[in-house]
């Protein structure tokens, strides 16, 4: 049996068939320092609640996959050192050992599906790494994405990874990738990456459909809407792609691999541009559960 406890709130809408949005906790424990990850995680869960769905934000705590925290909890989670980043490979032996982890895209996605959450809202997801060809680093969300039927909001894939290389395995691995409102492929903090995204879709309620017939043709896994940042907010390429080639720099000068790559990047981005890549995460990840709670009562509608 698997050890897992919905939150009230989340039991009670999942029972009274009421739109849930899943949300991810690495964001807390590793995208963003103390105390703005809380602020941000407090923000996130009140904007999916002003749009009418209730939000589960999901995490290992001793053991136990909660889908939703108390909170105590994300306050708790929000401050903790030495949390695991969990990922496919990582969540049934954290869960085994009683351990405390915070959940990827992939694990995310994973725990919302067995929760029965179908719409899921993150910052940007995991992809491949620049080198890739030489280092295998492929990030474990692309193949959840293949086999998982959870629909994603992402501003994208995180603007340090190679775009072209990411969009191609999500085609190999017959991932829809639905852009909303715009023709490019968006690339996090950048609400354009100079890629055409294969499909866009300007509605809601389109996506909300798109995913229901994946399911009744038995199709596997989810799909990615990739939805920019707000243009207030969002870093011209011109102006981050330098920063993105000194960081990257940087961790192979200090010979940073596998898990740690992505925190020391975002850690790195975030001094050279003054702050600014935090300002613009938050504002992007806000959006994206805007929208993936709008979705989720698309959903919800027919059930």
Excluded at 220 to 233: D, F, R
Aim: net charge negative; with cysteine.
């Amino acid at each position: 049996m698997i050890p897992m406890l919905k939150s009230p709130d989340v039991a009670l809408a999942l029972e009274q068939n009421q739109p849930v949005v899943a949300l991810e906790s690495t964001i807390i424990t590793h995208g963003m320092p103390y105390p703005q990850n809380l602020e941000t995680a407090r923000a996130v869960e009140g904007m999916v609640r002003d749009m009418g769905a209730v939000p589960a934000t999901i995490a290992v705590l001793n053991g136990t996959l909660h889908i939703g925290l108390t909170a105590e909890q994300l306050e708790e989670l929000a401050q903790a050192k030495n949390v695991a980043k969990l990922s496919r490979a990582d969540l049934a032996a954290c869960m085994a050992l009683g351990g405390t982890g915070a959940t990827t895209v992939a694990s995310t996605m994973i725990a919302a599906h067995l929760a029965g959450i179908e719409v899921f809202a993150t910052g940007g997801i995991g992809g491949v790494h620049k080198g890739a060809e030489l280092s295998f680093d492929i990030s474990a969300d692309l193949l959840e994405l293949a086999q998982t039927p959870v629909t994603v909001v992402a501003a994208g894939a995180k603007a340090i990874l190679d775009l072209p290389k990411t969009l191609e395995v999500l085609e190999t691995q017959g991932v829809p990738v639905i852009a909303h409102r715009q023709d490019d492929f968006p690339a996090f903090w950048s609400r354009s990456s100079g890629l055409k995204a294969p499909l866009r879709m300007d509605d809601a309620a389109d996506i909300a459909e798109a995913h229901r017939m994946r399911g009744a043709l038995g199709l596997p896994g989810g799909q990615l809407v990739a939805n920019p940042i707000p243009a207030e907010h969002e870093i011209p390429p011109e102006e981050l792609s330098p920063i993105i080639a000194e960081a990257t720099l940087n961790a192979e000068e200090m010979q940073i691999a596998g898990k740690e790559v992505t925190p020391f990047l975002l850690r790195r981005i975030f001094d050279l541009t003054g702050g600014q890549s935090l300002n613009a995460n938050i504002a992007l990840v806000l959006n994206n559960a805007a929208l993936a709670a709008r979705i989720a009562g698309e959903l919800a509608k027919d059930r």
